[in-house]
């Protein structure tokens, strides 16, 4: 059905971004700005997306219909024809929900945190630009639509990170973040090309794509799935592309929270469940794509267990959990992945808002030993982080254990035994590494006296919504054996994902499994680290500490190469070939200009000798070739 | 009678050698005496071949090239004697302000 509301979802926070960024403007230029007012715009444009959201949902839940909207032919080159279209279905209102909702969150909790900061306007200028991005990227209708969205939280995020930029690392984990991204955006560039070939040059929207699928030789779907999946590394930082997301961590908290939890990095995952149509038939991509998670989720955990930094820590954690979500689409259990991005969407941001309270009331404190050290008493972010980190290991019954159970139980269905054990031992892994920022930053005993800090009501009561949502997020989904409904799988039917039909018993074993796991993760944590002494700090060494080198090999293989090619070719190739190519002709023009100037000598003598010779070529032609 | 050849090879000879004078000589005034000797060479050729053919449109041609020399003569002294006016030499390649001004 044709509605003129999804427009308005997006631009409710784009008229935002650009209230915001001309009041910013303003404010510099002439005049203070209350921040009262930034903050005002800044918070209620995402709370008309989400009411308007909210509103589509409930009649599509009561309807039964899908929402589309036709705005304008944006191009139209012979048979490429892109509309710029908006589309509202199942899968996109199902995201934007959650990325409206918890991205309000988000927004509110901000004002809190940036409070009295400078760039307060800008600040949210740059974050009502995120979201509206983020938002064009779920409802497009086509994947270049879908692209302007993709690039759009690209430049956000980077603008995002390096919101302080007076410090150079900063700058510099901004420019990694981007040229990373690049690296994934070039390769959806080309799977989107190769797949408009593949098709036929048909009209680009998801539906006549998916209709105009069979049109396609299975060698060119694959090789376009390929080239989407690399997109979706970029964005979701999967191996090989995760470097950029640790670094990300240089901006304000708020914006952590809202490339892990709401945007961004929750495109990668989408995207694929967005191509649905094409992976389903791509058994071994599919394949490829658990691996690529898997193993993403191994290494992430194994990283996170060494890190001191608590938003590094929980930005492996993020990276981690997306490697659960690739497993569970690249399987086909598609809705199963996104639910998992719908609960983490909770507890994540819950967790970075949580963690970025911690760290204001330490006055930018990010060390977790350093914090520890001068503990402030926090009973209300102490209380959601603990709900987050249960919610991420996988204790039942908040919403973490139903999402993550679901997709092992898809892993050990599908006989994908190593999957299922890489996945099972990332779990204790998080299990341990989110029980061990715990306990030092909240639990250790500390020689230091306790001294309550206040926080911000804006900075808590996102908190506790959110920890609301992180408990009881899971029940939507609720499994069969349990008497439940699967109410997320339902409502994302047109996914045709694969469900999981285990016998009862298996189940239960494997729950079983996975809870023990956890449990025992969270064991060794207590035992290690919860009468840890604090002020011994561990240090980030060995194998596990530096990150497996991967920045360094990196550096190594990519930009020291790129380097010594680019010295290459301006010391050697511009310097000695072209430079002197082009100097060498210039002085052999002023030589031969040399050379022809000594005919002009004003020798008069000389020039009758050059006349006489003229006029007897002139005589010697006219006799002989004109035979006068 | 004087042949044919003969007479076409004075003339020609006459030319070359005036040719050859104006490339080779420096002072202003043997160039001109050259000059005037490559004209007769032609009028001689001229009416050499008037006389061989019958005709009688070449020879008008001569007398026209000796009025035209005549009047020439007139210009070409007058500006000789401005010419060594200017730098007191009738030798040609002191006449070479036309040179990038090094040598005067």
Same mark, same amino acid.
């Given at each position: 059905m044709s509605t003129d509301l999804l427009i308005w979802i997006i631009l409710s926070p784009l008229l935002g971004a650009i209230l915001n960024g001309g009041f910013y403007f303003y404010s510099i230029k002439k005049e203070k700005v209350p921040d009262l007012l930034f903050a005002l715009i800044g918070t209620i444009t995402p709370l008309i997306s989400f009411i308007i959201t909210l509103s589509l949902f409930l009649r599509m839940k009561d309807e039964g219909m899908i929402f589309t909207q036709q705005l304008f032919t944006w191009l139209h080159i012979d048979k490429l024809n892109i509309n710029m279209g908006l589309l509202g279905d199942n899968l996109s209102i199902f995201m934007t929900m959650f990325v409206t909702f918890v991205g309000w969150l988000i927004h509110i909790y901000a004002v809190g945190y940036m409070k009295g900061d400078k760039g307060f306007g800008k600040f949210f200028a740059y974050f009502n630009l995120f979201l509206a991005s983020m938002l064009i990227l779920v409802l497009a209708d086509n994947p270049i639509i879908l692209f302007i969205g993709w690039e759009g939280v690209g430049v956000c995020s980077y603008l995002l990170i390096k919101f302080y930029y007076g410090k150079a690392e900063n700058v510099l984990a901004a420019n990694k973040a981007f040229i990373v991204n690049r690296v994934g955006d070039f390769g959806f560039i080309l799977g989107v090309i190769t797949l408009f070939f593949a098709l036929g040059e048909v009209d680009l929207s998801f539906t006549s794509i998916e209709a105009n699928l069979?049109?396609?030789?299975p060698e060119l779907l694959g090789l376009a799935g390929f080239f989407l999946f690399v997109g979706a590394m970029g964005k979701s930082a *999967? &191996?090989?592309? @995760? $470097?950029w997301l640790p670094d990300a961590m240089a901006g304000p908290t708020p914006i952590s929270a809202l490339i892990h939890a709401a945007t961004m990095v929750t495109a990668g995952v989408y995207m694929v469940a967005r191509f649905h149509f094409l992976y389903v038939d791509l058994e071994s991509m599919g394949l490829f794509i658990a691996y690529i998670g898997a193993f993403s989720a191994m290494l992430a955990a194994f990283i996170a267990t060494r890190q001191n930094d608590i938003k590094k820590i929980l930005a492996y954690s993020t990276m981690s959990q997306l490697g659960y979500m690739f497993i569970a689409v690249g399987l086909g259990f598609y809705s199963t992945g996104l639910f998992h991005v719908f609960t983490h969407a909770f507890f994540k941001a819950m967790l970075f808002m949580g963690a970025g309270g911690v760290i204001m009331a330490l006055h930018? *404190? *990010?060390d977790i030993f350093k914090i520890a050290q001068h503990r402030a008493s926090l009973p209300i972010i102490g209380f959601t982080f603990l709900v987050g980190v249960i919610a991420i290991s996988g204790i039942p019954p908040f919403s973490g254990f139903f999402s993550k159970d679901a997709i092992l139980a898809a892993a050990f269905q599908e006989g994908e035994y190593l999957i299922w054990a890489m996945a099972l031992f990332t779990a204790f892994l998080t299990a341990f590494y989110m029980f061990r920022l715990y306990f030092i930053v909240f639990v250790a005993p500390s020689h230091s006296s306790k001294k309550y800090v206040y926080t911000s009501k804006t900075i808590t009561i996102p908190l506790l919504i959110l920890a609301v949502g992180a408990i009881g997020a899971g029940f939507l989904n609720f499994p069969t054996i349990f008497g439940g409904h699967h109410l997320v799988d339902a409502w994302l039917v047109q996914l045709n994902s694969k469900t999981i039909h285990l016998s009862h018993s298996t189940e239960y074993i494997l729950m079983g499994v996975s809870i023990l796991v956890a449990a025992f993760g969270i064991l060794v944590a207590y035992k290690k680290?919860?009468? @840890?002494? $604090?002020?011994k700090p561990e240090e980030e060494v060995g194998l596990i500490g530096n990150k497996f080198y991967i920045d360094e090999i990196y550096d190594a293989l990519f930009v020291q190469s790129l380097k010594k090619l680019s010295s290459f070719i301006d010391k050697v190739?511009?310097?000695? &070939?072209i430079d002197s190519f082009i100097m060498n002709s210039s002085s052999g023009f002023v030589n031969i200009g040399k050379r022809v100037a000594m005919l002009q000598n004003a020798n008069v003598r000389f020039y009758a000798t050059f006349m006489l010779i003229g006029m007897m070529c002139i005589f010697v032609y006219i006799y002989f070739m004109l035979g006068l | 009678m004087i042949s044919l050849t003969s007479l076409a090879f004075v003339s020609m000879m006459l030319f070359s050698i005036g040719a050859i004078g104006v490339i080779a000589r420096r002072n202003i005034f043997v160039i001109y005496m050259s000059l005037e000797m490559m004209l007769n060479g032609i009028n001689l050729f001229l009416v050499t071949f008037a006389r061989y053919h019958f005709n009688m449109d070449p020879q008008i041609v001569s007398i026209m090239v000796i009025a035209i020399a005549a009047a020439e003569a007139a210009i070409f002294l007058s500006v000789i004697i401005l010419l060594f006016r200017s730098k007191k030499s009738l030798d040609t390649d002191i006449f070479n302000t036309l040179t990038q001004g090094e040598k005067s």
């Open positions: 069979a049109n396609a030789t *999967q &191996i090989p592309l @995760f $470097v930018h *404190q *990010q680290y919860a009468n @840890f002494d $604090v002020s190739v511009d310097e000695k &070939i | -």
